[in-house]
């Protein structure tokens, strides 16, 4: 009995030991797969004359995002496959899921999706550790790239967007592109006309100006028959996305910065006395003409909040108004108009940007095929026609932009294309570069939010300022 | 021969299963041992390092205090209005049928659709809450503005989602007790407390515990409600563990200083069950006295 109960755990012993062999052996196997680099590009391996049809019969897998500037790039993929031979198969995910699934994906260092949306802010993180094709080798190469896709063509604060050097701190426009201006967003004021027009009010100049709206519509606005309105929708979630529209945008008009940076060391600059008295300035305009639950406001709410009346501003993406203005769209279809918003103390315009670029995944394996995809999708034909056909709007090509048709489609909403005009040299990427972006605007965006509680700002951005030097010096 | 192997060929299935379940959560402890991030997919191995990090963190204490907070709080209050609702639906009656086919709805939907349902009852403008209690002067209330109030109403749909689990099962409790020790105490003209304090609670704790400890150790893990109800704000007001470790390993991309907050969560989740599974037996053998 006794030796069966020694044999018995002896057998135990060299099952778990059998266990563990190939534990330690994936131990061994390293992090994350194949992390091998080839330090020359795909693209050299393109030669001879351009051709859409290169790579007929081959199909690229896409990862999209929910928008309606995929719904036109969806509407006008046949047009791809006829031109290319080239079929896209693609997934579409909400927002809210979407950046996860992408993240996940691209770290697998698997090649489930050859190409793929993302904002720069994604470059930041998605570039460092390699998962990003540097497209720059694609774009020079004439025999990958058509004559017609015309680089120059771009807004450059766009193209600029997308090409980083990978080092923390670094100004953007240097090193690789590692993604291509697709669709973007510049944040500026929309705000209902009929409220203002009953409440005799013009939009503001200056911040101080909108704070003072702001609070003057929420008091005001339902004894003039809008009942519950309140006057500016500016997000609140405990999310990177709460600061880089509105808040960010008057942030950087206000003179202020993110980070300082010094021979490489970045420094957070949050809570210097200026940003201190701005954030407290932004958390009162909130608390005085901000939307009830605050804090859980994304854009979805902001957007709907203006279309459905319930807000008589919004300080947010172009298109969030966009969407809510357009015929038939909303109650106050009709009735939203666009301002620039207020400048800074020194007429700055500078503006904050969010863009929907397109990348490609650097362990794809058809990166010839993928790059025709990009070249298309961000072309002058398919742009055009997502611009005048559908809901592609803010166009990233000059001459989209000046297009006579795309104008008379944007001429009825008052003020979209002065609006568009005056700040399109201005907008840009606001932040410093560097990959603990999102760590760094959540807590960021909590921060805010304890500051709209009630917390003292200078002790609140002193602690965020501390928590995120040991984390991006 | 084959007589001998047949014993180890029983035991390969849960051998497989046990493996199964220790292969990636041995992977996962092995992790922490370094610093892998997507900055550094090439780590080294720094040992505790990311445990003593996590130990000395504000936010990992922050964090821990709010989870427990939730998860006392949640099963607390769950326990006490499951074994209530459970009570009065003992009492066999038509109605006492209806409302339990009834109750039984909230366990259909999943957490996260609860949470985001209550979202928007919870809106202070448009939520159907303020609109039912505007007639009593409190239309107004910001319910998840607030850290007091943005946990506590994360815990209300926590106790929204999972009372009727708890009363589920203290209901099969209640069928399951002898009926002789109730009869004994009806014919010496006990009263209903007294009958209940003495008898009732004492034989179903077994039951109670068991609901009790399933509910504490789901609400120390709780992600879903928190995140899709408040994403832990206001500031770090419901940043539970969970979410923490999902910010750190996903969002954030420090995949070894994520995993640890879990491997801490689990010790902790693991610590607890092994206090109330040994409360559970003492309990069970006092109730046993009792019959």
Known sequence: MDTHVHDRRRFLALAAGAAAAPLLTACGAGFGGDDSKSDGSAADDVTGSFDWKREQGTTVKALLN????????????????????????????PEDNYFDKLTVDLSSGRASYDVFMLGAYMVWQYGPPGWLEDLGPWMRNSSATGAEWDQADFFPNLLQAGQWSLRAGAPLGQGGQYALPWGWETNVVAYNTEVFRK??????????????????????APGAGFDGMYGIAVRGSRSWATIHPGFMTMYARNGLKDFTVDGGKLTPAMNSPEAVAFTEDWARMVKRGGPPSWTSYTWYQCSSDLGAEKAGMLFDADTAAYFQAVKGASPASGKIAFHPGPKGPDGSLATNMWIWSLGMNAKSEKKS???????????????????????????????????????DKMR????????FETVVDQTKIQFTPQAQFFDATTSWAAALQEIYGGKGAQSVLDGLADDLAGKVG | MRLALRPYLLIVPALLLTCGILYPFGLGLYYTLFDFSASKPQPDMVRFENYTTVFTQEAFWNSAWVTVLYAVGAAAVETVLGVAVALLLHRSSLLGRILEKILILPLMIAPVIAAIIWKLMLQPSVGVVNYLLRPFGLGGVQWTDTPTGALLSSIAVDVWVYTPFVAILALAGLRSLPTSPFEAAAVDGAGWWYTFRRLTLPMLWPYVLVAVIFRFMDSLKVFDIIYALTEGGPGDSTVVLQIRAYLE????????FGISYTIVLWAVVYLAAMVLVKHLGKIQRRAAEVT
Not at chain 1, 207 to 215: C, G, H, N, V
Not at chain 1, 376 to 401: C, F, M, Q, Y
């Open chain 2, 249 to 256: 390993a996903i969002r954030f991309q420090r995949y070894s």
């Open chain 1, 199 to 220: 409440l005799g009010l013009k939009p503001a100049e200056s911040f101080d100006e909108l704070a003072e709206l702001a609070a003057s519509i929420k008091r005001k």
């Open chain 1, 66 to 93: 929910k928008h309606p500037y995929t719904d036109a790039l969806i509407a006008d993929l046949k047009s791809f496959t006829a031109k290319t031979g080239i079929k896209v198969e693609y997934d579409v995910f």
């Open chain 1, 369 to 407: 095929a993928g790059w025709l995809f990009l070249q298309w999708a961000t072309g002058k034909e398919h742009l055009r026609k997502g611009a005048i056909t559908h809901n592609h709007i803010d166009p990233v090509r000059k001459s989209v932009a000046d297009d006579a048709a795309y104008k």
């Open chain 1, 412 to 419: 009825h909403l008052p003020g979209f294309l002065e609006t």
